[in-house]
């Protein structure tokens, strides 16, 4: 049986973070999950996913360089990237360029990752972009 959920990727190369993202978000999504933007690239090209959710610090490819990448591509993927603390102005000139919908900090909590990407959609819709509290 189909499921009607939206389909949402999750990148990121620590396979504990990918058990938690995909526990926290397979209630609302059918979670599909990688460790790498090359394969990520390849399964985005099928066009089924909705949602995007990477890491920033990843081997090769970063999360910010993957966004970057497919932002003109898919128009309306949501965009949303996990990231540390540092490279918060890095971030925030890839949002005004549209390159993301929205982003989290670590140590992630499942309840604003949930209203991160719920602002993405928002965001990616064509609402004004309000950064998240830095904490």
């Given at each position: 049986m189909a499921s009607n959920k939206p389909k949402l990727l999750v990148v990121d190369d620590e396979p504990d973070m990918l058990d938690f993202l995909e526990r926290v978000l397979r209630r609302q999504f059918t979670v599909s999950r990688t460790s790498s933007a090359e394969t990520a690239l390849e399964l985005l090209s099928t066009g089924e996913y909705e949602v995007l959710?990477?890491?920033?610090?990843?081997?090769?490819?970063?999360?910010?360089?993957?966004?970057?990448?497919?932002?003109?591509?898919?128009?309306?993927?949501?965009?949303?990237?996990?990231?540390?603390?540092?490279?918060?102005?890095?971030?925030?000139?890839?949002?005004?360029?549209?390159?993301?919908h929205n982003y989290i900090l670590k140590p992630v909590d499942s309840r604003k990752l949930l209203r991160a990407i719920e602002d993405a959609y928002e965001v990616r819709d064509g609402k004004p972009f309000v950064p998240p509290e830095l904490e």
């Open positions: 959710v990477t890491d920033q610090k990843m081997p090769k490819v970063s999360g910010l360089e993957l966004l970057e990448r497919i932002a003109d591509r898919y128009p309306s993927l949501v965009r949303v990237l996990i990231s540390g603390f540092t490279e918060v102005p890095e971030i925030q000139r890839a949002v005004r360029k549209s390159t993301i």
